[in-house]
């Protein structure tokens, strides 16, 4: 019985050092597919979840934060259908605040993506994500389960619809 509890406890410091290692990265997922701060811990809490139920089952084929990625992003795409289905409208992705002392440049620039990117479809948020995280196609591939190549391809289509729907609005 003792033995049984040892394991156990060295398993949660384990998962508990894990966790503390890739804050950021859950936290970046948290950001891009939740509306506010309360749904921000909402997620955080359920991707931490998620990911202790399914700790005993990695078997290190990957990179602990590639399986941590996959879990993280799977986990707030069902959180997003489940708000989607719950409430009729869907809250937008939140702007992050830039202050407009002409110290930050670009600011607006900024803005308009951020929003644009946040109106985009679950996946191909996760795209964005993985791709500004400079992850390799090949990792972003393992990560969402696609294709190599259809992660270029993916990835140069929602560079060509951002780039288009900014157009107008960085021109005004």
């Given at each position: 019985?003792?033995?049984?509890?040892?394991?156990?406890?060295n398993?949660?410091?384990?998962?508990?050092?894990?966790?503390?290692?890739?804050?950021?990265?859950?936290?970046?997922?948290?950001?891009?597919?939740a509306?506010?701060?309360?749904?921000?811990?909402?997620?955080?809490?359920?991707?931490?979840?998620?990911?202790?139920?399914g700790?005993?089952?990695y078997r290190?084929?990957?990179a602990?934060?590639?399986?941590l990625?996959?879990?993280?992003?799977?986990?707030?795409?069902?959180?997003k259908?489940?708000?989607?289905?719950?409430?009729?409208?869907?809250?937008?992705?939140?702007?992050?605040?830039?202050?407009?002392?002409?110290?930050?440049?670009?600011?607006?620039?900024?803005?308009?993506?951020?929003?644009?990117?946040?109106?985009?479809?679950?996946l191909d948020?996760?795209?964005?994500?993985l791709?500004?995280?400079d992850?390799?196609?090949a990792?972003?591939?393992?990560?969402?389960?696609?294709s190599?190549?259809?992660?270029?391809?993916?990835?140069?289509r929602?560079?060509?619809?951002?780039r288009k729907?900014?157009?107008?609005?960085?021109?005004n």
């Amino acid at each position: 019985m003792v033995a049984v509890f040892f394991m156990q406890s060295n398993l949660q410091q384990a998962f508990a050092t894990l966790i503390q290692q890739h804050e950021k990265l859950v936290y970046k997922v948290c950001h891009l597919y939740a509306a506010d701060d309360e749904d921000i811990r909402d997620l955080f809490q359920e991707i931490v979840l998620q990911a202790w139920n399914g700790y005993t089952r990695y078997r290190g084929d990957a990179a602990v934060s590639t399986w941590l990625y996959r879990v993280a992003l799977n986990t707030a795409i069902t959180h997003k259908r489940k708000l989607r289905n719950a409430i009729t409208t869907t809250p937008q992705l939140p702007i992050i605040d830039i202050a407009d002392d002409g110290h930050v440049p670009y600011a607006e620039e900024y803005r308009i993506m951020h929003k644009l990117i946040g109106e985009l479809p679950p996946l191909d948020k996760a795209l964005v994500l993985l791709y500004f995280e400079d992850r390799t196609h090949a990792e972003i591939a393992e990560i969402l389960g696609i294709s190599t190549s259809n992660v270029g391809t993916k990835l140069n289509r929602i560079k060509d619809k951002l780039r288009k729907q900014a157009q107008p609005l960085l021109n005004n």
